[in-house]
C-alpha cells in the first residue's frame, strides 16, 4: 500500500485568524510540506492543476515537482490532477519523460479533466466535448510514449508527421498512469481500457457511489484481458484532522471544514463525515476508518490524503504530517499487507514497470479486442449515465 499527501494549493483565508497567506507563502508552504511528507515516512507526494485563483498550484506540474525531486530521496512525485482536455499531450508527453529523467523515475501521473469549467475557453477548447477530448488526448499520449515516430491525426489539434517526442521515457518505459475522475463513468472505462490505475477522488462522494465506480472499473480491467478485477489497480482519495481526542480534533477543525472552498457552506461537518471518507478524530479513529475503505472497494493500491486545504496553517499542516508519521502510518501499512492476498499486486512503481517491460508483459490497449472494443466501451459507458 502506497500512502501519500496531495494538495490543491488552493489561498485560503484562516478563518480563526482572518489572515490569507500569500502566494509566494503558500508555494514556499508547498515545498515544506513535500519535504517533511518524506521524513515522516509518506510515500507519494501529488500536486493539482490549476490555472486560475485562489489556487497556487501549479499551471505547469512538472515545475514544482522537479524541484521537490531535487530535495527528496524516496518520495514518489504525482499530480492529483494532469489536465489531459485542455494541456497539449505532447507538452505533457516531453514535461514528463524529462521530470522521469530528474527524479530517477520516482514519477507517475493523474489524468483528470479538473472542475474548473472557464479552463476551457481560456485554451480553446469546449468544455462539452470534455470526454472525447480526454479520450483522444490520451490516446496521443499513449502512443507518443511508446512510438519513436508518431503520425497522428484527431479532432482536437493540429496532426503530426514523422514526429518524435523528446526525450524519451527513462528506461524506454513511461511513467504510470491513474485515470482519476468522481463522476464519469467513461473515465473508469477509459482506465481498464489501457490496463491504468483508476484513481476516484472521493473527497466529495457516499460510499455507495465509490463503489459503483471502482466495481465497473474492475469488471471493465477484467473484460480486456488484463488480470482478474480483483488484480486492477486503484487509488482512492481523502481527508483527515487528527488531535489527540476526537472532541479537541473536531472543535480545531470545524471553522477551517465550515469555510472550506470545497465543501464548506453545505453539509453539517457531522453529516459530511458520516456521508464521505472525510475523518475527523483521534489517530486510531483515522486508523479504524481508513482501513475499512477495504470493505467498500477491496484491496486497494494507494490511500491519498488532502492535507492543507481550507486555509490550515503550516504550522497545523506539519503537525498533521507527524501525527500520521508516528501513530498512523505503520499500523495502516501493517493491517493492509496483512489483509492483502499474495495475488493482488503492489501500485506500480518505476522498477516494477521496468521489470514487466523486461518480461515483455506491457499491457496491450483493449486487451485482444482490439479498437472496436474501445468503441463499443464508450457505447457501454454512456449507456450507464455520468
Known amino acids: 500500500m502506497q500512502i501519500g499527501i496531495f494538495t490543491i494549493g488552493d489561498v485560503t483565508e484562516d478563518p480563526t485568524t482572518g489572515r490569507v497567506p500569500t502566494e509566494h507563502e503558500k508555494i514556499r508552504n508547498t515545498l515544506a510540506i513535500a519535504r517533511h511528507a518524506e521524513e ?13 485563483p485562489p489556487f497556487a ?13 531535487a530535495q527528496t530521496e524516496r518520495l514518489i512525485l504525482s499530480t492529483a490532477t494532469t489536465l489531459i482536455t485542455t494541456t497539449d499531450p505532447v507538452r505533457i508527453a516531453e514535461d514528463y519523460a524529462y521530470l522521469q529523467h530528474l527524479a530517477e523515475g520516482r514519477v507517475d501521473l493523474t ?35 511508446r512510438e519513436e515516430v508518431v503520425d497522428f491525426k484527431g479532432r482536437f489539434r493540429t496532426p503530426l508527421q514523422g514526429f518524435t517526442a523528446t526525450p524519451r521515457p527513462l528506461d524506454d518505459v513511461p511513467p504510470f498512469v491513474w485515470h482519476g475522475s468522481i463522476r ?7 482506465a481498464a481500457y489501457y490496463g491504468d490505475g483508476f484513481f476516484h477522488n472521493n473527497i466529495f462522494w457516499n460510499f455507495e457511489h465509490v463503489q459503483r465506480m471502482v ?19 486503484v487509488a482512492l482519495g481523502g481527508q483527515a484532522y487528527m488531535a489527540k481526542n476526537s472532541q479537541d480534533a473536531v472543535r480545531e477543525f470545524r471553522p477551517y471544514f465550515d469555510n472550506a472552498p470545497v465543501y464548506g457552506h453545505g453539509p453539517s461537518l457531522e453529516d459530511f463525515s458520516e456521508q464521505t471518507p472525510l475523518t475527523v478524530g483521534s489517530p486510531q479513529e483515522v486508523i479504524e476508518r481508513t482501513l475499512s475503505f477495504r470493505n467498500w472497494v477491496g484491496d486497494y493500491q494507494r490511500q491519498m490524503f488532502l492535507i492543507d486545504h481550507a486555509g490550515l496553517p ?9 501525527l500520521f508519521g508516528s501513530e498512523v502510518l505503520p499500523v495502516l501499512r501493517r493491517e493492509f499487507a496483512a489483509l492483502k492476498p499474495a495475488d493482488v499486486p503492489e501500485a506500480p512503481t518505476h522498477e516494477w514497470l521496468v521489470e514487466r517491460h523486461r518480461r515483455g508483459e506491457d499491457p496491450v490497449p483493449g486487451g485482444t479486442e482490439g479498437s472496436q472494443a474501445w468503441i463499443d466501451a464508450q457505447e457501454h459507458a454512456g449507456r450507464r449515465g455520468a
Do not use: C
Not at 515522516?40 to 486560475?52: M, Y
Not at 471493465?220 to 488484480?231: I, P, S, T, V
Open 215 to 233: 466495481a465497473l472499473y474492475r469488471e471493465r480491467f477484467e473484460y480486456y484481458g488484463h488480470g482478474k478485477r480483483h488484480q486492477a489497480f
Open 184 to 190: 464519469s463513468p467513461e473515465i473508469a472505462e477509459q
Open 40 to 52: 515522516v515516512g509518506f510515500d507519494v507526494f501529488a500536486s493539482g492543476q490549476h490555472h486560475n
Open 111 to 145: 489524468m483528470g479533466r479538473g472542475n474548473t469549467g472557464p479552463v476551457y475557453p481560456w485554451f480553446g477548447k469546449d468544455i462539452r466535448q470534455g470526454i472525447p477530448l480526454a479520450v483522444e488526448n490520451y490516446a496521443l499520449l499513449h502512443q507518443l510514449w
Open 314 to 322: 503550516l504550522k497545523a499542516v506539519m503537525e498533521q504530517l507527524d
Open 57 to 69: 498550484a501549479p499551471a505547469n506540474p512538472p515545475v514544482l515537482l522537479a524541484h521537490v525531486a
